[in-house]
T-cell receptor, first 116, second 113 residues
Framework: KAGVTQTPRYLIKTRGQQVTLSCSPI?????VSWYQQTPGQGLQFLFE???????NKGNFPGRFSGRQFSNSRSEMNVSTLELGDSALYLC???????????????FGQGTRLTVV | DAKTTQPPSMDCAEGRAANLPCNHS???????VYWYRQIHSQGPQYIIH???NNETNEMASLIITEDRKSSTLILPHATLRDTAVYYC??????????????FGKGTHLIIQP
């Protein structure tokens, strides 16, 4: 069974550009969440998508956005990149059996974004 | 979600049991305790979770005190591959396992050969 796949693994962008990262969840998983990891702030929740709808959102500026497609694949976009956006961006998927049921989350290897 | 406190680092000899503590004194009755770990340069990996009863799976055991104010993750026979940062997370159970998890700084567990 394939795991969560994130592409690309590494990316270098220039300040002011925009970037799109991709996440393919495990087959059958409909919930996809995104996290940013930096040495200073640690792992921080960006947003979660379920059935093509954003269901939960962390405390990040509007430059960070995402979407989910009908096949549950997800993309996140960061516009007007800043040096501080350099981070490891992680995607996690889970099956989601309902609002009151926890399901194990599986994380991808992440995309390491460097803004210069 | 309740806040957790973990020691920043711990050492353990290979082959011995690794016991990782977590304090969550403000935990509410409907909040669960979850443990994840992150091996260097990889995404976090789910280990185990529980509400009030002790739990065991193929990776680890979770011991939660009767008052639920603290818990201990036990890796019964630690190997070098268990060297990682271990995160204790407390949250209300909800759909979507990775939805809004609050990761603290965790405990950096180093397994010594």
């Amino acid at each position: 069974k394939a795991g969560v796949t994130q592409t690309p693994r590494y990316l270098i962008k220039t300040r002011g550009q925009q970037v799109t990262l991709s996440c393919s969840p495990i087959s059958g998983h409909r919930s996809v969440s995104w996290y940013q990891q930096t040495p200073g702030q640690g792992l921080q929740f960006l947003f979660e998508y379920f059935s093509e709808t954003q269901r939960n959102k962390g405390n990040f500026p509007g430059r960070f956005s995402g979407r989910q497609f009908s096949n549950s694949r997800s993309e996140m976009n960061v516009s007007t990149l800043e040096l501080g956006d350099s981070a490891l961006y992680l995607c996690a998927s889970s099956r989601d059996r309902g609002r009151q049921l926890y399901t194990e989350a599986f994380f991808g290897q992440g995309t390491r974004l460097t803004v210069v | 979600d309740a806040k957790t406190t973990q020691p920043p680092s711990m050492d353990c000899a290979e082959g011995r049991a690794a016991n990782l503590p977590c304090n969550h004194s403000t935990i509410s009755g409907n909040e669960y305790v979850y443990w994840y770990r992150q091996i260097h340069s990889q995404g976090p990996q789910y280990i185990i979770h529980g509400l009030k009863n002790n739990e065991t799976n193929e990776m680890a055991s979770l011991i939660i005190t009767e008052d639920r104010k603290s818990s201990t993750l036990i890796l019964p026979h630690a190997t070098l591959r268990d060297t990682a940062v271990y995160y204790c997370i407390v949250r209300v159970r909800s759909g979507g396992g990775a939805d809004g998890l609050t990761f603290g700084k965790g405990t950096h567990l180093i397994i010594q050969p």
